[in-house]
């Protein structure tokens, strides 16, 4: 498996970096040399954050990433400047000629798991899936935090698990709801669950 290069792209209080920490601590934990940079507004909420990861099997000379194989879209705040070869965008942040998918983690994360927080893992799992990371349960066991790690571990395997006929299912007229829209609105107003933060703080 070669290395790729990889952009998470959202607001502040969505995991960006809750994202960005476990795919770095999982790729390390597998052997691979990982770098992890973060950029974000000075403002803890609803500010953009963005995660730039770049892995390979041999030592990365040049950290900086400007043309991403993968983003991770749950928001639309990431640098204009950038392409990518493909998009996991939530729903309804697909830009024209774009090739991607579009899938409602937010909305799976509350539907599947509970919480909306579990929708970060589940896009962890299906950004894994898309860059072929064959992982085990003792790499994620060893790699994530212990809070939630069960629920975590289930919710990375349920993203994992998707394909384009469960995702072509999964993004019905009723999933259209612009959930990612909302609940960075939600952010903004300082409304979003209280978990979400916490475990952001947790892992930044």
């Given amino acids: ?11 502040g209080g969505q995991g960006v970096r809750v994202i960005g920490s ?21 403002s803890v909420r609803g500010g953009m954050s963005e995660a730039f990861l770049r892995y390979d ?5 040049n ?24 998009v996991i965008a939530d729903i309804n ?5 774009e090739t991607g998918e579009e899938i409602p983690f ?27 990371v064959d992982f085990t349960d003792e790499h994620l066991t060893e790699a994530l ?5 069960e629920d975590n571990i289930a919710a990375i395997k349920y993203g994992y698990g998707l394909d384009q006929a469960s995702i072509k299912a999964i993004v019905s007229e009723q999933a259209a709801s612009s959930f990612a829209s909302r609940y ?18 947790a892992r930044s």
């Fill in 93 to 97: 942040l697909m830009k024209p000629g």
């Fill in 57 to 61: 099997r041999e030592p990365i000379s």
């Fill in 184 to 201: 960075a609105e939600q952010v903004l107003a300082g409304t979003a669950p209280d978990e979400a933060i916490e475990l952001a703080a």
């Fill in 1 to 11: 498996m070669s290395g790729k290069s990889i952009v998470i792209d959202g607001v």
């Fill in 106 to 132: 937010l909305q799976l994360g509350v539907e599947k798991f509970g919480r909306d927080l579990f929708g970060n893992m589940i896009a962890l799992g299906r950004l894994l899936c898309v860059c072929d």
């Fill in 22 to 42: 476990t795919m770095a601590s999982l790729l390390t934990v597998m052997g691979f040399h990982v770098t992890l940079l973060f950029d974000y507004d000075s």
């Fill in 145 to 149: 935090p212990k809070k939630y790690i």
């Fill in 63 to 86: 950290f900086v990433v400007e043309c991403a194989d993968v983003v991770v879209r749950l928001a639309d705040r990431g640098p204009v400047h950038l392409s990518t070869d493909y």
